[in-house]
């Protein structure tokens, strides 16, 4: 039988074991992936999320490998480095399917020694977390790229020199909501859980805790807010710290909190699922200094919500200024603390963003349009291995 007209197969690799956007991105994809009949097999530190994961329990194959492991660390890699090249030649029509840039060294590896199709799905600039010297050796070997954002395909095009007819531009997509909670309910659990005053409308910011999401950046804004409106609440969730770079960044968010006497500043840690909350929020807001596309953003504009967000990467592919939501200047405080109190003053504004913002997310970045695209260039792959 042909690969072709075999059932298709995937191999998916996660090199860490965090379970941040990127991941919950690769996981909504993987589950459409498998109600399309894909045979999928997950690979990921014995640590990782996605291994515990109820849903892909029960609908992939899951294969516990240290594909964390790094230099110098030479025992843990070059163990890791066998038990996928004897994956990869155990699954030779299958197509491996790398999630981010840590997964490049792999496929590299699965595709120059098992010879087996691969490609790398890019979810954030190269400068965040891999050296452009790295990426442009590692580069080299898979077949195909797919960034999330043409942001992302630039960023690692100019890094790395590959022609950017090897990237492939698929927008992130979320499942659609089947119901939308009543907002007013919704904002009625909201004040009751945090405690928020009758009368205060409710800011919200969603995002764990890293140096590039402008929390410090929001607070300055606050603090300017505050100088002419006493009547709005800003809550961040997920200040919770899970390693020691967080730890310190905490102490520098509760210290700037108390040092600006922001008492009307709530912050929370990490919720497993937040819609509910964005969906009680008058505005949710995206002050981040880099951002590969902002999942955040969506899913606020998919719980009706409007959207105050930074001008900077994807942010800038998924909102149209002033139709869709406000975008402000990257890392200006009186910018964004203008657009917060402009969407603040005028009720008809907000529900007429809200509104369009509702209709482009669903019909733009929804999960099937995404895995859409990602399977055209999967079956493009197929076809060439065939061929």
Not at 52 to 62: H, N, P, S, V
Not at 71 to 96: C, E, G
Not at 263 to 276: A, I, K, R, T
Not at 364 to 375: C, K, L, P
Request: proline content about 3%.
């Amino acid at each position: 039988m042909s690969q072709i007209n075999q059932l298709p197969e995937l191999v998916f690799l996660s090199a860490t074991p965090n379970f941040g956007g990127g991941e919950r991105s690769a996981r909504d994809v993987l589950l459409v992936l498998a109600k399309r009949n894909w045979t999928i097999t997950i690979v990921a530190p014995s640590n990782s999320r996605l291994l515990e994961d109820k849903e892909l329990r029960e609908t992939c194959a899951l294969n516990s490998i240290n594909l964390a492991a790094r230099w110098p660390n030479v025992l843990a890699l070059v163990s890791s480095l066998w038990k996928l090249l004897r994956l990869a030649r155990q699954h030779p029509h299958a197509i491996f399917y790398g999630n981010g840039y840590l997964s490049l060294k792999w496929l590299a590896a699965c595709s120059q020694q098992a010879h087996v199709a691969s490609v790398c799905h890019l979810r954030e600039t190269v400068t965040e977390s891999y050296s452009s010297r790295r990426a442009r050796f590692f580069s080299r070997y898979p077949s195909a790229f797919i960034a999330i954002s043409d942001s992302v395909k630039a960023a690692f095009c100019a890094g790395t020199g590959l022609d950017a007819d090897h990237v492939y531009t698929v927008h992130n997509g979320l499942p659609v909501p089947l119901s939308l909670l009543g907002k007013d309910e919704a904002k009625r659990a909201l004040h009751q859980t945090y405690d928020i005053p009758d009368r205060h409308r409710i800011v919200t910011f969603v995002s764990a805790l890293a140096r590039d999401k402008g929390h410090i950046l929001l607070l300055d804004a606050i603090e300017q807010m505050n100088r002419t409106t006493h009547d709005t609440t800003f809550l961040f969730i997920g200040v919770e710290s899970r390693n020691a770079a967080q730890h310190v960044l905490e102490r520098q968010v509760r210290g700037a909190r108390e040092a600006k006497k922001l008492s009307n500043v709530v912050l929370s840690g990490y919720v497993e699922h937040p819609d509910p909350i964005m969906r009680g929020s008058d505005i949710v807001v995206v002050p981040s200094q880099r951002e590969g596309f902002g999942r955040t953003a969506i899913e606020a504009m998919m719980q009706g919500t409007p959207v105050v967000a930074a001008a900077v990467g994807g942010l800038r592919e998924i909102i149209e200024d002033r139709s869709t939501g406000l975008l402000f200047e990257s890392g200006n405080s009186q910018k964004l603390a203008e657009s917060i109190l402009l969407l603040l003053a005028d009720d008809d504004l907000r529900s007429q963003l809200a509104q369009r913002a509702l209709v482009t997310a669903t019909e733009r970045f929804n999960i099937e349009r995404t895995v859409d695209g990602v399977e055209t260039r999967l079956h493009a792959l197929r076809s060439q291995r065939s061929s």
